[in-house]
C-alpha cells in the first residue's frame, strides 16, 4: 500500500473514512526522464514524491511540478489534476473566439520521477461530500483561492470549526439586509419637533427619517412615490433637536424642516456590508437608510449595530485621524491602519476590502494633513486627488505617494507652492515615500489650473513620447480626496472628449505596456529548481509578472470602451461586463487573480522588511500557494495574448 501524507494538503482534510478509501484508490506511479503520462493516464489526481514533472500544451512550456527535494520545508509536495483542461485559462475571451479545438495539457518527466497516483473517480467522490477538497481542487480560481485564504488563516483546518472560519472570512461581502436594522419612523416636514422628539422616545430611537413637502404639488400618487428616494428624504437626530433648543426655539412651532438633513446617504438592502462601511467612514456618518429594489426604506443601519455585527475598529482610527490637531498625533493614526492591515490579514478578510477601506482611511489621513496645511479658501478653490495604486483602491502598503491638485481657474494664492510641498514632505514623513518619478504636486505639472490641466491631457494623447503614456495612466486612476470634486469631475469629461479626439491607433499603442515584461513561461523557467539546489534567480516579481500587466490591460479597454468615470480595477471591470465587452466570469476571474498577487505581496511586506514587497520565492511557498501561483499567472497570459489578438499586436 503507498505511503499517502495526510498532514499535507488536499489530504489533510479528509475524515478516518475518507483516508481509507483514497487508499484503496491510490498507487505508485513511476516516469523515467523524459517519459511522459500516456493519454489514458490523464484521468487521475497526482502527488510528485520526488523529482520534477514539466507540464506543456502544444510543445509550450506551462508548468513546473516539484517532489519534496525540490521544495523548502516539510509536508510541500506538489500535486496537479490531469484531468484539468486548457480552456480554464482562455475561457471566456470575448476580445477574440477561439477557433482551434482545446487539446489536453502534457505531462513529462525532467528527470526520474516517483508519483502517487489517485484514481479521479474516487476523487470526485470524496469531493462531493467534502466540500473542503472540492474547494481545493476545483477548476474554477476563485475557489481555490477562497481555500488558500481560509487555510492561511485557520492553520488546524478543523473541518467541524471550519464553517465559523468561513463565516468570519466571508462576513464582509454579507450584504446589508442580514444585520439587525433599526425600524422605519417616517414624518412630515412640517411636524413639529416636539411631535419628532415624541416619536423618538416611544420608539427608543434617536433619529427620525423626514419626508418635505416643498416641491411635491401637483404630482399624483405614484409620482409622489417615486419621489420617497434618498434625493428627498431627510433625517432628523436627537442632536438636531438639541441644537434647536439650544437657538431658542420653540419644539412645539418649531417645524422639523429647519434643523433636519436632507443631503441624506442610503445603501441599497442588497449592498455589501463592507459597502456600509466604507460609506459610513468616507462621510462620517452613523446613519444609513436601506433601500428595497421597490426603493423602499426597509429599516436604518446603524453604526453601533453594524460595529457590533462585523467586529472590527476602523471606526476607532477614523475618529483619530478626525480629532488629529499635528502631525504627531497622524503620526500615531497612520501607525493605527498599518496594524488595521496586518490584523484583517491575519483574520482572513479578503485582501480587495481591506484595500479599499485603507483607500477610505488614507483619504481621511490626507484629508486631515492638507486641512492643517492650508486655509479653507484653498480647500475651496481647489481638488486634490491621488492616482496610481493609491487611486484605484489598491493600495496595501504605503509605497510611493502619487497625487495632483487641480486648481479653479482664475484662483491664485502666493504660496501655494509651499503648501504642496509641505503636503509631500509631511506626507513622507508619515511614512509615504516621495514618488521617484515625481508625480506629485510639488511638481509644478501636477498642480496646475483646470484650464492648463485639460490641454495637458489633450497633449499625452496626441504624442508618442513613453512618458505621456505613464502620465496618462496616473489621470486614468485619479480619484478625490478633498476640496471641489467638481474639478476632478471635469478632468473625467475632458479625458473622454480627448479619447475621442485621439488618433483611433492610440489605444494600440497604449496597451503595449502591458505586453512589455515576460511571459509566464520566462518566469517559470526562471523557476525551474537545478539538481543540487535551486537557482539563485527564481525570485518572481509580482508587480511586473502579475499585477501590472491585469491592471494595465483592463485600463486599456477601459479606456476604449469609455469607462472613465470610475478609477479602480474592479469597477472598471464591472463598467466592461456592462457595456458587453467581457463576461462576467471572466471578469471576476481577472479579479480574483489580481488580487492574488496583492496578497502574496501584503504576505512577504508582512513578513519580511522588503517594503517594496515584489519578489516571491516560489520554492519558499506551500504547495497549494505554488499551484495558485500557476493559475494566476496563466491567466495573465492568456489575457495578454487577448490583448495581442484584440490589438492587433506581434507576439512579442
Known sequence: MPHLDFSQPPFDVLSLAERQSIRKNTKIRYLAKNESLPAEELQCLYVVIKGQIEQSLDGEFVASYVGSNHADGLNNNDW??????????????????????????????????????????????????????????????????????????????????????????????????????????????????????????????????????????????????????????????????CRAVSDKQDPATTSCQRYANFNLRTIKASDEIGDALLTMTRYRIHRLPVIDKSGDVVGVLGQSDMLAHIGHHSQLISIQIEQAQDLSSLDTAVELIGRYIRAQHHNGVKIGNISRMVQTLNAQVFTKLWQLIVPDEVMANTCLIVMGSEGRGEQIMRTDQDNALIIRDGYTHPDLAQFADAFNNNLATLGYPLCDGNIMMTNPMWRQPLKQFTAQIGLWFRNSDPMHGIYLSAILDGEYVCGDESLLTQVRQHLELAHQQADPMFVRQFTRAALQFGDVNQWWQKFVPLLGGKSASSDIDLKKAGIFPLVHGIRTLALENNVLDVPSTKARLKGLVKVNAMTQERADTLLEALEFFMAQRLSVALSTDDKHARQVDPTTLTALERDLLKECLAVVKSFKNQLRQHYQLEIA
Not at 469531493?127 to 473542503?132: F, G, P, R
Not at 478543523?158 to 442580514?178: F, G, H, K, R, W
Not at 433599526?182 to 411636524?191: E, G
Open 80 to 241: 496537479f489534476d490531469s484531468r484539468r483542461l486548457p480552456e480554464s485559462l482562455a475561457k471566456d475571451n470575448q476580445l477574440e473566439p477561439e477557433s482551434t479545438p482545446i487539446q489536453p495539457y502534457q505531462f513529462r518527466a525532467d528527470e526520474e520521477t516517483l508519483l502517487l497516483q489517485v484514481a479521479g473517480t474516487a476523487i470526485d467522490k470524496i469531493s462531493a461530500q467534502n466540500h473542503l477538497v472540492r474547494q481545493m481542487l476545483s477548476d474554477k480560481l476563485p475557489e481555490r483561492l477562497k481555500a488558500l485564504r481560509q487555510r492561511r488563516h485557520n492553520k488546524t483546518l478543523d473541518p467541524a470549526s471550519y464553517t465559523n472560519q468561513q463565516e468570519v472570512q466571508q462576513i464582509m461581502l454579507q450584504p446589508v439586509i442580514d444585520v439587525h436594522l433599526l425600524p422605519v419612523h417616517i414624518v412630515d416636514a412640517n411636524d413639529s419637533l416636539y411631535e419628532a422628539a415624541r416619536i423618538m422616545t416611544k420608539a427608543g430611537l434617536k433619529h427620525v427619517l423626514v419626508r418635505p413637502l416643498h416641491g411635491l404639488n401637483g404630482l399624483d400618487s405614484s409620482q409622489l412615490a417615486q419621489f420617497e428616494t434618498r434625493l428627498l428624504l431627510g433625517i432628523l437626530t436627537d442632536t438636531d433637536i
